[in-house]
Structure formats: structure tokens, C-alpha cells
């Protein structure tokens, strides 16, 4: 099912008139989410993210704009006619009951044309059960289940019903470091296998890149950047998605061009084509410097992070906007930094110039 929002737009008003602190939480929202596709929602916290979601599936009504499922607005018709799953990050299942109840909880509750019997409910709970590899536990309760088994059978609960569109709201957050991972593979299989078009939410890029198809990064409402996680990564719209994306982050400094050749301090680092003299940020990937004695960027190391196959390099340089800067060079390098200076030669791929004031990326050719 192919979502579009359509100038998605919504304000939460003044608690009292004198107050005059209305949040415009989302603020003229447009895309088209191709059906089948994962699409990650990602920000930092506050930025509209939930909001979007909880329009999407009908809980908040836009203050302005449009929803549609596939060719059919959406946008005045209830969260149970959506068919949507929702999951939450608290899982919120019921206690007293069962995995096989929490999981059939949902089909008991339909009526009409919906209304399964229970041979039918049975077995839609089981083939959902075996999708989240739940089908071994369906006699325990939740206390007697691990919370990525529990998030799986909040999981189980939303697909049950066989929703055209899934929507996940920070659904790993409660989640330990190892459980995160596999439940987010977990997440990455089952969408792949029922083809779901599905909205996941959260705050951790490294999260969003490795399952979604497609990322939107958020900033205080409004959409900053919209496509494949590598595109977006290589290719930033502005300093706020450059600095969000990646870890280590991205190196900034400030710059300055002159006579199209791009200074960082007294450094002259390289030919920036095309673009007039002026003061820039610069933003420079970990894994865009590399050790060359005659490199350009001269740094004062401070010390050497093993990371196994990689080394991460800390140092220092006036022009840098951060105390530290951090290279990533293969750990088969040999890293000498009781020098007093190391000097680097940059990927012109992974530097990237930014308008001091309106944070836009300027685009330039290296050579
Ligand atoms: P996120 O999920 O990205 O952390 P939210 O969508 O929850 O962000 O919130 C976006 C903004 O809208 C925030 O400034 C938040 O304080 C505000 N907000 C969210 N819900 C409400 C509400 N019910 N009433 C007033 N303000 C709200
Ligand atoms: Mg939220």
C-alpha cells in the first residue's frame, strides 16, 4: 500500500492564549512512501517524528494537509478503519494473558465481514506466531519472556490482522544493545517477507540506515533530506544532516574559500571549483583523511583508538569547531603520532562545504 502525505502539516496550540507557545510539530510534510518499502523516520528527539506516525495512523488529526492509502484519502477516517498495526516502544501486552491470547486478542475483536471463526483466528495466530519465531512460547506469559520476545509479540499483535501499513514508533528503545540488534534484523526479515509498507521512528541513525530503504531525516518539524540511507550519507543536503549521520561523526571546521581553493586555517586542502570567495563550514568524514607526510591538513595527534580493523586517529586543529578531530585509517597503516604533527590528505568525496550562515551545502567539482 502506497502512502502519501500531502502537505502534512500540525499544530499543537497555546495551553493558554497569553502563552502564545504553539509548537508546530510538523510542519508541510510531503512525500509518497512506495508501497512495500521500509522507510525510516529518523531525528533528533522532538522533531515531529511521533506526531507523523500518530497521523498517519489516525490517532492525531492533521491540523492541515492530507493522508491517502494507495488512490483513497484517509485523512477523516478512524484509526480501526485504517488497517494499520501500531507498535509502541513499550510493548503493552497484557499481563495475565497468554503469548497465543495477547496474539489472538486482536481478531476477537472483529466484527462484521471481519469476524473470523475460530479455527481461523487459530491458525492466523500460529502463521503470525512463526513469523516472529514466537510459535515455541505461545503458552508463556509475558513476565516469562525477554523483552526483545516480548517486543516480538507486540509485533505479532500488530500483523495479526494483516495490516496494509505498520507503523513502529522506537520499537527497540527498551531494548539492551545485543537484543536491539537482532530484533531489528528480526524487523528487517518480517517486513521483507510480507511486503508490508512500513513507517519505522527513531532517534538512532545507525538504527535507520541499516534497515530502511529509504531515511527522512527531521529537523523541529520540518523534512531536511529524503532518500537511501548511502545517498543521504554521501551525499548531505545541509550541515544538520551531515553532523547527524555517521559514526564516528563527521569533522567540522571552519573554512574559507579563496580564489576556488578551500582553506581550513592556514591549511590549503583543495580546489573547490565553481565557488566564489567566502567563509564556509566544513564537515569532513572520519574516513576521508589519509596519512600522507606531504598531506595538506597538518594536525597535532593527541592519541591512537584501536577499533580492530580500523584505527581511530584523535587529534587537534585551530580551525576545527570540536576539541578533537577523528580520522578512521586502516589499522595496517603504521600510526606514529609521537611526532608532533601529523598531515592528511582528504577524499575530496568526503569533504563537504557548507554556507556559514544558512548551513546549505555548497556543491563544488574537486578539480
Ligand atoms: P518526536 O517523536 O520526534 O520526539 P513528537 O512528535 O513527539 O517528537 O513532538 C514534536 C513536538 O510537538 C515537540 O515539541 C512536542 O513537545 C510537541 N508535542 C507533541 N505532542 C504534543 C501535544 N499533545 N501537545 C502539545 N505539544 C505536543
Ligand atoms: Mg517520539
Same mark, same amino acid.
Given at each position: 500500500m502506497k502512502i502519501v502525505l500531502q502537505n502534512l502539516t500540525k499544530v499543537f496550540p497555546s495551553r493558554n492564549k497569553k502563552a502564545n507557545d504553539e509548537v508546530t510539530a510538523v510542519n508541510n510534510f510531503n512525500f509518497e512512501i512506495p508501497d512495500g518499502k521500509l522507510i525510516g523516520l529518523l531525528g533528533p528527539s522532538g522533531c515531529g517524528k511521533s506526531t507523523t506516525l500518530y497521523m498517519i495512523s489516525g490517532l492525531q488529526k492533521p491540523t492541515s494537509g492530507k493522508i491517502f492509502f494507495g488512490d483513497e484519502? +484517509?485523512?477523516? +477516517?478512524?484509526t480501526e478503519n485504517r488497517g494499520i498495526g501500531l507498535v509502541f516502544q513499550n510493548y503493552a501486552l497484557y499481563p495475565h494473558m497468554t503469548v497465543k491470547q495477547n496474539i489472538l486478542f486482536p481478531l476477537q475483536n472483529l466484527k462484521g465481514e471481519q469476524k473470523l471463526s475460530k479455527e481461523e483466528m487459530l491458525e492466523r495466530a500460529y502463521n503470525t506466531a512463526k513469523l516472529v519465531q514466537l510459535d515455541e512460547l505461545m503458552?508463556?506469559?509475558?513476565?516469562? &519472556?525477554s523483552g526483545g520476545q516480548q517486543q516480538r509479540v507486540a509485533i505479532a499483535r500488530a500483523l495479526v490482522k494483516m495490516p496494509k501499513v505498520l507503523l513502529l514508533d522506537?520499537?527497540? %528503545?527498551? &531494548?539492551?544493545a545485543r537484543l536491539r540488534l537482532q530484533t531489528r534484523e528480526e524487523i528487517r526479515r518480517i517486513q521483507k517477507e510480507t511486503q508490508i509498507t512500513t513507517v519505522f521512528v527513531t532517534h538512532d541513525q545507525e538504527e535507520a540506515m541499516s534497515i530502511s530503504d529509504m531515511i527522512v531525516v527531521m529537523k523541529l518539524g520540518v523534512v531536511q533530506q529524503i532518500g537511501k540511507p548511502q545517498e543521504v550519507y554521501d551525499s548531505p543536503a545541509n550541515l544538520f544532516v551531515a553532523k547527524f549521520l555517521g559514526t564516528p561523526p563527521i569533522n567540522v571546521f571552519n573554512g574559507c574559500v579563496k580564489g576556488e581553493k578551500l582553506y581550513i586555517g592556514q591549511d590549503e586542502v583543495m580546489a573547490v571549483k565553481g565557488v566564489a570567495d567566502q567563509e564556509v563550514t566544513v564537515g569532513i568524514r572520519p574516513e576521508g583523511f589519509q596519512l600522507d607526510d606531504r598531506g595538506p591538513l597538518q594536525c597535532k595527534p593527541t592519541n591512537v583508538e584501536v577499533m580492530g580493523r580500523d584505527v581511530s586517529i584523535v587529534s587537534t586543529h &585551530?580551525? %576545527?569547531?570540536?576539541p578533537t578531530i577523528r580520522s578512521i585509517i586502516n589499522a595496517d597503516n603504521k600510526i606514529d603520532? %609521537?611526532?608532533e604533527y601529523i598531515r592528511y590528505s582528504l577524499k575530496a568525496h568526503k569533504v563537504f562545504i557548507f554556507n556559514k550562515e544558512t548551513e546549505e551545502r555548497i556543491y563544488f567539482e574537486a578539480k
Open positions: 484519502d +484517509v485523512t477523516e +477516517v478512524s503458552d508463556r506469559k509475558p513476565a516469562e &519472556l522506537e520499537p527497540l %528503545s527498551n &531494548l539492551d &585551530l580551525a %576545527s569547531v570540536n603520532i %609521537s611526532q
